[in-house]
């Protein structure tokens, strides 16, 4: 799991909430859905509540939101597929599986990228225990805050 597909995977699912009538216009087998201008007051509410909520009850995270929202923003296509898909992983996991990923993650991320993709080919060769006893050994660091979910 790269960098930003884990910042994206815990911090993008309201902005992919905005997005929805736009990826599912770009893709073939979705029905056709209006453009922003054509839905009503009440769809855009329901897009944009969100999004308010979290702005108004989390004031110490509105740089973090907005930053997060720019850096979406300047994303390509195939770089928003590839972040939607590693939240879905991401969601997908086990609580013990978010700690590991979390250590391997903190160990890779100020390596340079052939270390990077070495040590993940290691870390998939590995068995479950071996995982374990690597994340005990090399823990991730203390988070500094919940998740805002």
Do not use: Y
């Not at 004031?59 to 300047?74: N, S, V, Y």
């Not at 195939?78 to 013990?96: D, F, L, T, V, Y």
């Not at 060769?125 to 991730?140: D, I």
Request: net charge positive; aromatic share 6%; hydrophobic share 40%.
């Amino acid at each position: 799991m790269t960098a930003l597909q884990s910042t994206l995977a815990r911090h993008a699912l309201v902005m992919l909430l905005a997005l929805v009538p736009t990826i599912a216009l770009a893709q073939d087998t979705a029905p056709a859905l209006p453009a922003w201008e054509q839905l009503s007051p009440a769809q855009r509410e329901q897009l944009i509540a969100p999004i308010r909520e979290r702005w108004n009850a989390e004031p110490a995270h509105r740089g973090r939101m907005l930053a997060h929202a720019q850096r979406w923003r300047e994303l390509s296509p195939e770089q928003r597929r590839r972040a939607h898909r590693g939240m879905k992983r991401w969601e997908g996991m086990s609580p013990e599986q978010h700690e590991q990923m979390r250590a391997v993650f903190s160990h890779i991320r100020p390596l340079p990228r052939p270390a990077q993709k070495e040590f993940l080919a290691k870390w998939r060769a590995m068995s479950p225990e071996q995982k374990r006893s690597w994340v005990l050994a090399n823990p991730a660091p203390a988070r500094r805050e919940a998740p805002h979910r």
